[in-house]
């Protein structure tokens, strides 16, 4: 198994399922305290959000939205519970554990009155057999115990009802695993958010006018960041130097746990050849 951090999936996998974690290391794993900053301070909702809402959920198309409800786990801003709101959602739950970005997330879906935001952790989700739709989108590979809050997501999800993943991948991002890896975990993630913040701003600097060349066009991600403003870029690159683990995981490592998770039809789509979109069903009733 090819982890940047000791691998929870094998473990998860050796031991049949994972423990439940102490409250300490649930805090410790998702860096919620740490994504509070980010959330607060780059709270808009950008037109370029939906383009990557669509990739990152694009087995579930526009459509398919309609009259479904939601469950969005570690929701943070709460712009991935406010496009499936805009193809006609009936509503739903967006949760998160920490408060700043719960209060951004109640700004963002202040038009839609029937998303609930609500505070809670992705290890202990309060739902079983809810929602027509369980999405977690940029949160799984951030946790100690991934698989156990897939586990979760399972149970809250309807009899026939859709899980959705979208994680790190490990293809194209050995550059990351071998060189950012190492430094966000020994340097960064010990620094404050504060200082990490404006770390951000020159390594921004060194990226933004090598993507805008065209240097790294190679790979589809690079392409798609040409678009990108630079407080975008930014956000981006706060975001990947902020959490305490970070996992990037091959194809084969993401379909064995929504295999372990009991998911059936699972579909996995390489999204801008830098990460995994993982969608399966669980079994009807
Ligand atoms: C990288 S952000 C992604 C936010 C959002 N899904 C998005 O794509 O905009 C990760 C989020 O997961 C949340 N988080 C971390 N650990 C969590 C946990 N154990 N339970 C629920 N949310 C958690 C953080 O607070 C943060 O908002």
């Known amino acids: 198994v090819s982890t940047t951090e000791p691998s929870a999936v094998a473990q998860g996998h050796a031991a049949g399922r994972q423990a439940i974690p102490a409250p300490s290391q649930v805090i410790e794993g998702g860096s919620p305290d740490r994504f509070g900053y980010e959330w607060e301070h780059y709270p808009e909702l950008r037109p370029d959000y939906e383009r990557q809402f669509l990739r990152w959920t694009a087995p579930l198309p526009r459509d398919s939205w309609r009259d479904k409800t939601f469950l969005d786990v570690g929701c943070g801003m709460g712009r991935n519970s406010f496009w499936p709101m805009t193809y006609g959602a009936r509503g739903g739950v967006a949760i998160d554990l920490d408060e700043r970005s719960l209060a951004a997330a109640r700004h963002t879906l202040a038009p839609y009155p029937t998303v609930r935001i609500v505070k809670g952790s992705a290890y202990e989700l309060p ?29 809250a999800a309807k009899p026939g009802g859709k899980v959705l993943i979208w994680v790190y ?92 998770a009991e998911l059936h039809d699972i579909q996995l789509e390489w999204v801008n050849q830098v990460s995994w979109t993982a969608v399966g069903t669980k079994a009807p009733a």
Request: aromatic residues 12%.
């Open 127 to 155: 739902y079983r057999d809810e929602f027509d739709v369980v999405f977690s989108i940029g949160v799984i590979q951030i946790l100690e115990f991934p698989e156990r809050a897939i586990q979760r997501m399972c149970q």
């Open 169 to 260: 991948g490990r293809e194209n991002n050995g550059w990351i695993v071998h060189g950012l890896s190492p430094l966000r975990r020994m340097v960064l993630s010990r620094l404050p958010v504060p200082l990490v913040h404006f770390l951000s701003l020159p390594a921004a600097g060194l990226i933004y006018p090598v993507i805008q060349a065209g240097l790294l066009n190679s790979i589809e991600y690079f392409r798609e960041a040409r678009g990108f403003s630079f407080r975008h870029l930014r956000s981006i690159i706060f975001d990947q130097f902020l959490p305490r683990i970070a996992h990037y995981w091959s194809r084969d490592e993401v379909l064995g746990m929504m295999r372990r």
